[in-house]
């Protein structure tokens, strides 16, 4: 970290931020320049972060600059290659598209069933689909639970789709792991801390929203709560976040895409129902995400919008969807990727060692 | 809730509409302006907000406008009286100011306590001190949890100080309530709704921090959540949103201030530490928001600041958090009110029936 | 317009409006729901703008909900049809896509010359390059000004490129539009309304950038002070939105693509250099801006952006650019379009009617 | 400047970075990190602006940390003593606040100066009124242009009360300070870059007001700009930045205000009125301002705000506006302040001598 005096600070406060530089166990380098002294901290580390507010009140200190990533397991310098693991049948991370895509709500067992046939028939490599759902009103509808949980698995023995679903608390990640192949955390849990712990303790994938204000480097150390935890397969998803903009439910940050990919190893997708709010505007959204260099989609999709018990308003309809597989096949292609497929080797999965930071 | 028709919708969409609204047992009002037909939907009440997605997908359907407000018991006009209930010896939501200081974090025993002294006798109504801390990094200071809420236990029997703590998480609820005599829930965890579902089964004092991105209908939103529970003591807390500004932590939404006490009834109160994130700024805004028309204030005091684990930069040292209680007192003067004094009588207790909605 | 009444407004205050209503000329319909009155004001068009503020002050009333949209000339339903005009050799707002490339700022003769041949080479269709330039320090290149206009009128000579600039202030716009063949309106003089003004009476095109606060609502307001004062040839432009996010310059609103193309007539084009600030990410956005359905792209390209005056940063060098063009045109492909190709039938181009709204 | 290397960064890129530096007659220090280098730039000045992009795109470079501010004639560090002038009769940014008020338009002589004369009677400083109105719609009321600067100027003669309106375009400037006392720079035009050209020429103290979603940095390179033309009586004004929060018409950002006063000597005012957008708030947040150490405030008041043909939601009536004076009293001697009374002496004017920045 660096340690910016102000102008007018006294050479005794310069001798004793290095003092206590010296005294934390770190070594101490001076930049005297024309305005202002500028004195560095070495040997920080991950440690540099709890240091910081060592020095921030000292007299004569202006202002701290940190100099390293505050993440470590999470980033690209750890792991220059990227993080491919298998979905059931298919890689994530890999050269392929992976679509997931399914009703907001699990309704009922012939609603979910229904859904999750016409997905797969369009080309969804995976099933999403609510069995607890975190609404913003205490009256509305809170999902089925269990029950929804028992629908998801057996629509996945009927139709060989795994399975995406979202977990609430701590205390319900093994019976959500028990069912689920992949435990979602939402945008509004991103920084519920003792969820992250509970999931990173977990064998099972996580696929973890943006928070609907995080920053990209809260969403990096949102992962890295997960990581250091032991689970190595996170999958990044960027689902919009809150603007002044209104005519959208969320602002899309496509920008976010290349950002991750340039920072992290770890998957990164795009939900464009939430990022839009308005199904009129999926696909060209689902198109952009593709473009920018995304490794998959995660989509609402309704057979009967109108009926929607949730989110009604941004899920496409089972035809419109199939539309979008085939735009989104025609834009992969277009830059040299293509849609995923079903893998027989195992040799494309690369997770890094589970060598833990000191 | 009303129904905005397209302009080019034709007569047969809106037929469609008024059966549906029929179907699910509301009245229709049509009414036929020069450019389109705008349909409400009438008697309506809570159930609206789930009868939205019914019409919006609507075939001719251009927008949807919601009418009543999406939460009811936290509202003004549910009780046009201010809610006002006893904070150990004081009152909070009255005439009088209250205030509630202590440190980020317990760090320990002798830091907490001569920390709990030096606010008391500055004129602080309660101490706040956090047992459990979230924290962006995995490698932060995390709180040190039970042994902390046993020192906070510890400095209230000896101070007679009333402790705010903050839970994290549903199932530690009952352990917290055990120890605490305010249930924090911090601002990341406001759309927390297992948590907020567990803390409105307690029986203690909820405060409430706006989430960093939450918008006060939002705040109001996740109060409805306790409230509807079964607990009407929330305090709610403005504590700074997130905006493009990045000379201070957080933005102070002072609006938001007049803005809660006429929308609802519950007390409103502020936290200028995380709203600013700097000592220096901190008295000036806790001056504003009284003169805005807050009933309290939370703080964080240290009398250490550059040797604490969190929050080092935003803490007061107790020299100048006296300051600031003698400043907040010449302001509630100024204006009619007071520092809060402890209550004998029981006649100031004002909590709206326990009525339900139905 | 709708006037939602309070839920205790009193009979006479609902007869005070309606009465209102009256002596503006307009008709008032009343509907009685089982909370509160709403009252349809029918009559309004354009004129409602004006009228909101009579009424949000009368006794009984809660809100105003606006039914009409405030721009005219640039809304899609005055012109179901999309505006198609020529950039010298080719169209706009057609088929294909437009790619307009060049400095930011013209800094001598041979940069532009050298930069204009390279851009030209690598398939782009018009030249950029700022003569006046906004800077937000006093101290920082303002632009070399007259004598930049005559460089780049004397590139387009060379190289037959036409050219897009920026002009600052109504005074300049007869100057600028001697010269170029386009003019930009920056994002920080989006609501410059003077300036719009003396736009709309110029008889060049008009590329006008989004401000960087401003919705997409407020963009297609200023693109109607341009078009009310005559000049339909406005190019609408995307360049990023300020938000909480850090990690790139500003956040491409790529929603705003799709939006934009369903809300209005006008032509849509993208800037990645200003929207990410990052040259490393100006490929990716632009994918992604084509994919969502833009109509073009104005794109910074220096070949020695070490050395440029301004954005060095987010300037691409020509043969990245040119690796940009082959990308682009493999997305157009991909979703039925194509890069834009000079024209010789003028049957292409579709404006508007000049009909003015009454 | 500060210029972070990566941590990959080869010796030679390094050396490249120490021979640029040298290049362009600077200083270079080399610091060692465990990580990575990090070079300080040394003896840059306000010229550091111009070189921050010469070194971003060279090889091994990760960031470049600017240290000095970018604004010197605005800094506190330029002249530790608050700047304080004479508005006609009384001075601003000394111990005295400052109101001024008046109609958001100036609509006609008689509305005029029956307001000006009530907020005479109620003890403002000042008169505001705006002849030019810059109006999101072409279709809205644009203002009565220089009809209304004669009406200002005549109540003024009446009332003895300094006016205060709004310049929209460089070349209204000699008019608009022929008439006026103080030139308004409204926050659309903050950073109209010739605009603040021309009001830093003119001899008029200007009111500048913050842009909707300018950083307080931006806000002060816009004073910059007038400063350094000459000028130095800039008053700052706080009108509410653009958030996601929608139950306010802004977002006042109370933070401002002290950090203002700690960054820049000049005087700082809020307009409530803007800032909040309903008349309901104004005096709250009003009381708000001088408590975190405003030295004056701006406020919309209308006789007939029902009629008023702009803002009239937000603007107070006279007799509420006799409150506000009445309680900001109160709270201005709450802090050791009082309202400003007319000076006799000239001693207490004082503004930081006009030596330029070399």
Request: charged share 20%; net charge negative; hydrophobic share 40%.
């Amino acid at each position: 970290m660096l340690i910016i005096m102000k102008t007018d600070a006294k050479p005794e406060e310069v001798d004793q931020v290095i003092d206590r530089i010296a005294s934390v166990g770190l070594g101490a380098h001076l930049s005297q320049g024309e305005e202002r002294v500028v004195i560095g901290a070495i040997g920080e580390g991950k440690v540099a972060l709890q240091y910081q507010d060592l020095f921030i009140r000292m007299p004569g200190v202006d202002r701290i600059v940190p100099i390293s990533r505050p993440y470590k397991l999470a980033s690209r310098e750890f792991s220059p290659q990227d993080t491919v693991f298998p979905l059931d049948g298919v890689s994530i991370g890999g050269q392929g598209i992976v679509i997931i895509a399914g009703p907001c709500s699990v309704e009922s067992r012939n609603q979910t069933l229904e859904i999750a046939q016409a997905v797969k028939e369009a080309g969804a490599h995976a099933l999403r689909g609510g069995a607890y759902k975190p609404r913003t009103s205490p009256y509305s509808f809170q999902g089925l639970g269990e029950v929804a949980l028992e629908v998801l698995a057996e629509v996945r023995e009927i139709t060989g789709l795994p399975v995406v679903t979202e977990v609430m608390a701590p205390e319900q990640v093994p019976l959500v792991a028990h069912y689920a192949d992949v435990l979602q955390i939402g945008a509004r849990n991103m920084q519920n801390f003792t969820l992250l712990h509970a999931a990173g303790e977990s064998q099972k994938p996580v696929l973890l929203k943006r928070g609907i204000s995080a920053t990209i480097e809260e969403l990096l150390m949102a992962a890295e709560y997960i990581l250091s935890h032991g689970n190595r397969r996170v999958i990044l998803c960027e689902r919009g976040i809150r603007t002044f903009e209104t005519s959208t439910r969320n602002t899309t940050d496509i920008n976010a895409i290349p950002v991750l990919k340039s920072l992290s190893h770890l998957p990164v997708i795009l939900d464009p129902s939430h990022s839009t709010g308005h199904w009129q505007y999926v696909t060209a959204i689902a198109r952009a995400a593709i473009a920018a260099g995304a490794d998959g989609l995660i989509v609402e999709v309704h057979h009967n919008p109108e009926q929607a018990l949730s989110d009604g308003a941004q899920s496409l309809k089972p035809e419109r969807f199939a539309e979008l597989v085939a735009q989104i096949k025609a834009i992969a292609q277009a830059i040299g990727r293509d849609l995923a497929t079903p893998q027989t080797s195992a040799t494309q999965i690369q997770i890094p060692l589970s060598q833990r930071v000191e």
